[in-house]
């Protein structure tokens, strides 16, 4: 087992590497920095040279394709590609949440084929979890699998589900059992093989035009005993742990770092008070949320629970993901535009569209504010 002292070297040499990657990656031209690029940024490519260097699965077990490196190792990559920017889209829900969960409860097979592709690079799974009139009360999914001979027929839809159009893979979120009284009770989740013809990919466009949410339609859609992941009516407790690495990573606090950092590194001593203070207290709100969110990294490797931990840093980061553009917009010389040369102009208008979303995804922040009640014992 490692020492502090020797996870402390071995991320800071990291860290070092990782940076001057992404250096000679923008200097080339290969990636552009842009604002909330893990969910937007869909590169394979760049997915592959990440894979290339061991930067992906990099806590799983070498069996699965990983390097069973440390969660602070891992942190230290990806706030680093959030940091610039990076486009990582085409993996980072997998490598953060997909990968983990399979790893957890999956069978051998669905380790061997779905963690490894993952950790080649080469596997995007799509995650369907919420549905029409549902949001983030899972426990109110309708999407139903029925028991047929060898398995199970799926029919029902799941909404806002990034990159299906993509993927190789969708989990789906399902109600195998009834009951009333407790709803979590009877939830499975099933990983279906795509392309399939009884499922239906609609897409959503963003305010910018984009295009990763889609509307997915499960037509009666056929899968084997197989395919089912983890118990059979126990997903709840599943998903309940997945949900916790989707929120609590530097992705909930970094979307609108690019533009902070463009912002402070083109300010002056000519700047003005005002300017200099908002930066000043911007920065002193993001290290706060930065070392929330690395005690979670801390208390996952040594195996323990995360759940209110993790809302926290959601809550309070993703409202200071959408603080950033608010604050600053009126501050800077810029109109936001996304056809433009200027990147303080891009940045803004990056910032600015996808704001509306910051505190949705992965659970509304009212959700979550109830997770961390609960925790307290309030309600």
């Not at 930067?55 to 390097?67: Q, R």
């Not at 990076?86 to 380790?111: F, S, W, Y």
């Not at 300010?267 to 709100?285: F, H, N, P, R, V």
Request: aromatic letters at 6%; one cysteine or more; charged letters at 25%.
């Amino acid at each position: 087992m490692m020492t502090d002292p020797e996870i402390d070297r071995r991320c800071r040499e990291l860290r070092e590497e990782v940076r001057d990657f992404l250096r000679e990656e923008i200097r080339s031209g290969a990636i552009t920095p842009q604002c909330d690029a893990w969910l937007t940024g869909f590169d394979p490519a760049f997915t592959s040279r990440l894979a290339r260097r061991g930067w992906m699965g990099m806590t799983w077990p070498k069996a699965y394709g990983g390097h069973e490196r440390s969660q602070l190792e891992r942190f230290v990559v990806i706030e680093e590609l959030l940091a610039a920017g990076a486009p990582t889209a085409a993996h980072h829900t997998n490598d953060r949440q997909v990968g983990p969960m399979i790893l957890r409860c999956g069978t051998e097979q669905q380790k061997q084929t779905v963690v490894a592709g993952i950790a080649r690079g080469e596997c995007v799974v799509a995650i369907g979890l919420s549905e029409p009139d549902t949001g983030s009360d899972l426990a109110s999914v309708r999407t139903r699998a029925s028991r047929i001979d060898g398995g199970w027929r799926i029919s029902g839809s799941k909404i806002w589900t990034s990159y299906a159009h993509h993927a190789q893979y969708l989990i789906a979120l399902c109600r195998t059992g009834e009951s009333r009284e407790q709803r979590h009770v009877g939830l499975t989740q099933f990983i279906i093989r795509l392309p399939d013809p009884r499922v239906r990919v609609r897409p959503i466009k963003l305010l910018t035009g984009g295009h990763h949410f889609n509307q997915v339609f499960l037509d009666d859609v056929e899968v084997s005993d197989d395919d089912v992941l983890g118990e059979v009516g126990g997903a709840w407790a599943q998903i309940s742990a997945e949900l916790a690495l989707e929120r609590s990573g530097p992705e909930r606090f970094l979307s609108t770092f690019p533009l902070l950092s463009h912002v402070a590194g083109a300010a002056g001593a000519s700047s003005g008070e005002e300017m200099l203070c908002a930066i000043g207290e911007l920065t002193s709100q993001l290290w706060s949320l930065r070392a929330m969110s690395m005690d979670v990294a801390r208390m996952l490797e040594a195996g323990q629970s995360t759940n209110a931990e993790a809302a926290m840093v959601k809550d309070l980061g993703t409202r200071f993901e959408g603080d950033v553009p608010e604050r600053l917009r009126t501050l800077i010389a810029a109109q936001p535009t996304m056809a433009s040369d200027d990147p303080a102009q891009v940045l803004l208008a990056q910032a600015i569209l996808q704001s509306p979303g910051y505190t949705l995804r992965g659970g509304a922040n009212e959700i979550l504010r109830g997770i961390v009640a609960r925790d307290l014992g309030l309600r």
